[in-house]
């Protein structure tokens, strides 16, 4: 299962402890924000998609929505999201549970600028009822991201 291998990961990292698994799905950003008790916003969501035939991984705060043009600017495609078959096989997690912890190897991390208002943000932890409570320069280290990209819209009108 997805959520033993990123346990595992944060075993080694002597954090395992700060993994929580819920009773109820958090597999969308609003069950998510239920279930850890915080704003949608807070939740930073892994999106996958596929670029130049390798997948890749954005994560980005609970209110963004990938900007189609920036995206394609970042990356010179068009987004074209995994479908929750090749997320699991190139990614190593299943839909719900997609985080940037403990992926599969050739897959490349990226952080969206949204994230960056927070003090702290809850992705998700391999499975549809995990997360981890994570400060942004955790999140930057943990989850081994290439850079941080500016590829999302719709959050700006908040702080």
Request: include cysteine; charged fraction near 25%; charge should be negative.
């Amino acid at each position: 299962m997805s959520i033993d291998k990123v346990r595992a990961y944060f075993r080694s990292l002597g954090m395992e402890d700060r993994v929580m698994e819920f009773e109820v799905s958090s597999a969308t950003v609003e069950l998510a924000a239920h279930a850890v008790g915080c704003e949608p916003r807070r939740i930073a969501k892994t999106l996958s998609f596929l670029v130049d035939g390798h997948p890749i991984l954005i994560v980005a705060a609970g209110d963004a929505k990938v900007d189609n043009h920036n995206y394609k600017t970042r990356f010179g495609t068009k987004a074209k999201m995994l479908s929750p078959e090749e997320a699991v096989e190139l990614v190593g997690h299943a839909v719900g549970g997609v985080c940037p912890f403990a992926v599969n190897d050739g897959v490349t991390v990226y952080l969206d600028e949204s994230l960056k208002r927070f003090d702290t943000v809850f992705p998700a932890c391999g499975s549809a009822n995990s997360a981890i409570e994570l400060t942004i320069p955790e999140l930057e280290q943990y989850s081994g991201s290439a850079a941080w990209v500016d590829v999302c819209r719709g959050w700006r009108d908040e702080s």
